[in-house]
């Protein structure tokens, strides 16, 4: 596909079960963000990968969170022992990174929900 | 930390109206977007503002980023129902590549 694809959509999980979210960047994109928008909120930002490395995760709210990108595409984030307060959308966004005003595409999201 | 202030949060209005949507910060950013959000879908961008003082058009939305790169607006004329939907600002801290800091949205319905 064209654009950013993000799996599961929906996920409903119960409290301290661990989940994972999957993103697929757009082909050739280096860099990949990853969000977190509360119920009517603006997103807020959680960890920015460009290729492989992990350059900032200072948006991770917890050591329950961790992310990988381990050959630069296709990016998981990891939610262990879910709370409810961890209920949200994750969006996934991913860049070029040719000019000094990159736009970010954004996925659709996964809704997630803790019981 | 940069915040953005968003405002209105909310807002209804009746088609052919007029509106503006407002972002604000105490902080400079590189450059500041327009994200228009629909149910169960990612935002989508609609513009970016660079230059203080810039102005761009979009059909019947007209964007402004303010001189000194703090704040900017979004002005919709003669609102249909198609423009409902969650209207986002956000900026960058600097440029190139660089994690978006969002407003809270504003939550736009026209009723026809």
């Known amino acids: 596909g064209a654009g950013v694809s993000q799996s599961p959509r929906y996920k409903v999980a119960k409290r301290g079960q661990d989940v994972a979210l999957r993103c697929d960047p757009i082909?050739?994109?280096?860099?990949l963000f990853w969000y977190q928008q509360a119920l009517g909120q603006g997103p807020e930002f959680l960890t920015y990968?460009?290729?492989?490395?992990?350059?900032?995760k200072s948006g991770l709210p917890s050591d329950r969170f961790f992310a990988e990108r381990p050959e630069g595409s296709v990016s998981t984030l990891k939610i262990q022992r879910t709370q409810q307060e961890d209920s949200a959308v994750y969006l996934c966004?991913?860049?070029?990174?040719?000019?000094?005003?990159?736009?970010?595409?954004f996925g659709p999201g996964t809704r997630l929900l803790v019981l | 930390t940069q915040l953005l202030e968003q405002s209105p949060q909310f807002l209804s209005i009746q088609e052919g109206e007029n509106l503006t949507v407002y972002c604000n910060s105490s902080?400079?950013?590189?450059?500041l977007q327009w994200y228009r959000q629909e149910p169960g879908e990612g935002p989508v961008l609609l513009v970016t503002?660079?230059?203080?003082?810039e102005v761009k058009k979009l059909k019947r939305l007209t964007f402004q980023f303010g001189d000194a790169r703090k704040d900017s607006s979004l002005h919709i004329t003669a609102a249909q129902p198609g423009d409902t939907g969650l209207y986002l600002c956000?900026?960058?801290?600097?440029?190139?590549?660089?994690?978006?800091?969002f407003g809270k949205g504003t939550r736009l319905s026209v009723i026809a």
């Open positions: 966004a991913s860049s070029l990174m040719q000019g000094l005003q990159e736009t970010q595409y």
């Open positions: 082909s050739g994109h280096v860099s």
């Open positions: 990968f460009q290729n492989e490395a992990q350059l900032d």
């Open positions: 902080s400079v950013f590189s450059s």
């Open positions: 503002v660079v230059t203080g003082g």
């Open positions: 956000a900026g960058a801290p600097r440029s190139g590549n660089t994690p978006l800091v």
